[in-house]
């Protein structure tokens, strides 16, 4: 059966993958609202798309960091890929190069920085968690700045690992054949059997719960990489996290796997772009499955967005051909929103393409 969205990977990796693995990928903390509604909330923007206007070309380009490439969808941060199948990060990154575009790297990954760089060229950040040795923290960071990735991915949101019931149902932990490849040589690459979720564990020991926006200066001492900072929800935190010297902002909720009732990311963005004041790139994460999705949050101020368990899923229906496809099925999507919307350029992109619930709530109309 032909594949034709985005979407119907997730019903495959259901079906090849061992229980314990898809519900770690699928589930979200607690009651999953947030889950459901980083969905939900892209359905009830509609568009107010402009007509004839000459579409017969359309530039997908755009740079983020300086960093030029072929479209503004990103592959987010996954940890343990090699769970989904056996060229795991690899092929990740193989598929991201080939597409023209950026892979963030999970701290727990099953392939190590190394590794993903002698997959070839291609633009990569690094996604970090900050634990407890900072020793470890620092060699890490350097492992991965002459590895060759050009930016650090900070995730502030996880100073505690989320309630995800299914892993403690499952007493999911790594399975034994496979290690935190990044922190094998440090003892810190293996996980221990819980009685609850060997993750969560895992972090209660290891993450640093003390991390605060000294620790983003910090790393700036260490690093010549440029840090975005992951988790951001609020106008508060953004300017916080502008003061602290981030180089941009990831409006995310870890896929929400961390707190639930939280907002959907793409709800959120625009109180974290208004608050940036240009200052900085907003990229968004969550819930991104549709090249409407991608539209909608650039109309909103992001500069690019991320996708994470679409990466996932498809690797594990079909391996690196399985991310290919996703990351073509957002382009050829996203390019006909953009055709369909009256708009040649990500800089044409306006608010006014859009219509969300708050606009509909306003009295007044936007001309």
């Not at 708009?343 to 001309?367: G, M």
Request: include cysteine; hydrophobic fraction near 45%.
């Amino acid at each position: 059966m032909e594949i034709t969205n985005v979407m119907e990977y997730e019903a495959i990796a259901k079906q090849k993958l061992p229980k314990m693995v898809f519900d770690y990928y699928a589930s979200g903390a607690e009651d999953q609202w947030s889950l459901k509604e980083n969905r939900e909330a892209f359905s009830r923007i509609l568009f107010r798309p402009r007509i004839l206007i000459d579409v017969s070309r359309i530039d997908m380009t755009t740079t983020v960091l300086g960093f030029k490439i072929s479209m503004p969808i990103m592959i987010a941060p996954t940890a343990m890929q090699k769970m989904a199948h056996p060229e795991g990060e690899y092929a990740t990154a193989r598929a991201a190069s080939a597409a023209g575009t950026i892979m963030t790297l999970s701290s727990w990954a099953t392939s190590s920085v190394e590794e993903v760089a002698s997959t070839g060229p291609g633009i990569r950040f690094f996604q970090l968690y900050v634990y407890k040795d900072r020793n470890v923290v620092a060699q890490l960071v350097r492992r991965a700045e002459r590895a060759g990735f050009k930016a650090i991915a900070l995730t502030v949101d996880t100073p505690r690992l989320g309630r995800r019931e299914a892993d403690i149902k499952n007493r999911f932990t790594l399975p034994p054949f496979l290690t935190l490849k990044n922190f094998e040589g440090l003892d810190l690459g293996k996980m221990d059997k819980a009685d609850d979720s060997g993750l969560a564990s895992y972090v209660a020991g290891q993450i640093d719960r003390t991390l605060s926006w000294k620790d983003v200066k910090w790393l700036q001492t260490i690093t010549t990489m440029p840090i975005l900072v992951k988790g951001v929800l609020t106008a508060e935190d953004t300017r916080l996290a502008i003061q602290s010297g981030a180089a941009g902002i990831i409006v995310s909720n870890h896929g929400a796997r961390q707190l639930d009732y939280v907002p959907a990311t793409i709800t959120a963005l625009e109180e974290v772009v208004k608050a940036a004041q240009g200052r900085v790139p907003v990229l968004l994460d969550g819930g991104v499955r549709r090249g409407t999705d991608v539209f909608k949050a650039l109309a909103l101020g992001a500069s690019g967005v991320f996708i994470g368990r679409p990466v996932v899923f498809s690797l594990a229906a079909e391996g690196e051909a399985g991310i290919r496809n996703v990351l073509q099925m957002l382009r050829d999507e996203f390019e006909l929103t953009m055709a369909l919307s009256g708009c040649t350029s990500l800089k044409e992109i306006t608010r006014n393409h859009i219509v969300t619930d708050a606009d509909r709530n306003r009295p007044v109309p936007r001309l």
